[in-house]
């Protein structure tokens, strides 16, 4: 009768798991985005202190232009004069959750001034964010020029 029993609730408490799984999943890729979403608003700001602490100190980021950057570079080309963003806005994003892993896939719009020349953009953008001693990290960025409007 007990293993009978146990055959009954196995299911149960399999789904019962994996539920509780799928809620700290979501609860963590909420984090993520939310830690997107201070990205923007670091870079609008030029806010480079912001954005130290979001990525990890080993970050590779692959610019529209193919261009490879670590964190030191990405964070001059923020303070950099010529760099002049007036708006960030994320059009779309999806977060998936591998654990202490997640992925951030998605399209955003930038307006502002480069070099003199101003632009407006439309990107689609990949991050890797890491889970490193309890704080999440971006480890790699990477964006594609979006050509159609």
Do not use: H
Not at 36 to 49: Q, R, V
Not at 68 to 85: C, R, T
């Amino acid at each position: 009768m007990r293993s009978v029993i146990l055959l009954c609730l196995a299911p149960l408490l399999s789904l019962t798991a994996l539920a509780l799984a799928q809620e700290n999943t979501s609860d963590e890729g909420g984090r993520v985005l939310a830690l997107e979403k201070a990205w923007n608003k670091a870079l609008e700001s030029k806010d480079s202190n912001a954005m130290e602490m979001l990525l990890s100190n080993n970050l590779v980021s692959v610019d529209i232009d193919g261009s490879v950057s670590n964190k030191g570079e990405f964070l001059a080309s923020i303070k950099s004069p010529d760099y002049k963003p007036a708006q960030l806005v994320t059009e779309q994003s999806n977060v998936q959750v591998y654990g202490n892993a997640a992925v951030v896939s998605g399209v955003f719009r930038v307006k502002g001034v480069e070099k003199g020349k101003p632009y407006n953009r439309r990107e689609r953008f990949t991050d890797t964010w890491i889970k490193i001693n309890n704080s999440w990290q971006c480890v790699a960025s990477q964006t594609t020029l979006i050509t159609a409007n």
